[in-house]
């Protein structure tokens, strides 16, 4: 089976810098990915970890340990319009190769 | 490069009553998603097309759910009857196909069963 998990909802401050992290266990592990979703809107991809390590992009950063089953996203210099849910999802390539998703985190940036 | 298009955006029905939902994918993309996100959850993939075959439907509730890719490209989602319980966001998603591709959401669909 699958079981993905990330805290339910996070608060941080303009500016400051934010960890979400995200635990799993699968029957298989083909890539881990984050999502963005603001409210009422589609998840917009973020990053994509496959290998152990630190994967950044801008302000944003995802890290992976595979025999840890563990990732966190890294968001720096916080903006208000960082306020979203942040979904973590594995690609298990038993079966399908399917996304498996959390529950998202609820991240709300306050002035 | 135009993104994955969904229509309507909100619907609300009564429950028993019937629904379609159409998904058009990014152009040239073979592997297209539906899933189906509960207010508060993550998404939760009810079927996977490549091309126009079925790759996985494992988690379709094909007693009232159904949905089609015939010609590879657009895909429709149907529910008959609907129930209180289908009330959720029914997202599509597409992606080019192949062992680490990234999917791409649409806006998604808002459905409303009362």
């Known amino acids: 089976g699958q079981n993905i998990d990330q805290p339910t909802e996070m608060t941080a401050t303009e500016g400051a810098i934010v960890q979400i992290n995200c635990t799993y266990q699968?029957?298989?592990?083909?890539?881990l990915f984050w999502y963005q979703q603001h409210a009422g809107e589609a998840p917009t991809f973020l990053s994509y970890?496959?290998?152990?390590g630190l994967e950044e992009k801008g302000r944003f950063s995802s890290f992976l340990s595979r025999s840890k089953g563990y990732s966190y996203l890294l968001l720096k210099e916080l903006q208000m319009k960082d306020s979203a849910s942040y979904l973590c999802a594995v690609r298990d390539p038993t079966g399908a190769n399917n996304l498996f998703f959390g529950t998202g985190t609820r991240l709300t940036v306050i002035p | 490069e135009a993104g994955v298009a969904q229509s309507p955006r909100y619907k609300i029905i009564e429950k028993r009553q019937s629904v379609a939902f159409w998904c058009n994918p990014i152009s040239g993309h073979a592997t297209l998603y539906w899933y189906q996100q509960i207010l508060g959850q993550g998404p939760k993939l009810l079927i996977q097309f490549q091309n126009n075959g079925v790759v996985d439907d494992s988690q379709l509730p094909k007693d009232r759910f159904s949905a089609e890719r015939l010609k590879g490209v657009d895909s429709t989602l149907k529910i008959q009857p609907a129930k209180l319980e289908d009330s959720a966001v029914y997202l599509c998603?597409?992606?080019?196909?192949?062992?680490?591709?990234?999917?791409?959401f649409g806006p998604g669909t808002r459905l409303t069963v009362l």
């Open positions: 998603a597409s992606s080019l196909g192949g062992n680490a591709d990234t999917q791409y």
């Open positions: 970890n496959v290998l152990d």
């Open positions: 699968t029957s298989g592990f083909n890539g």
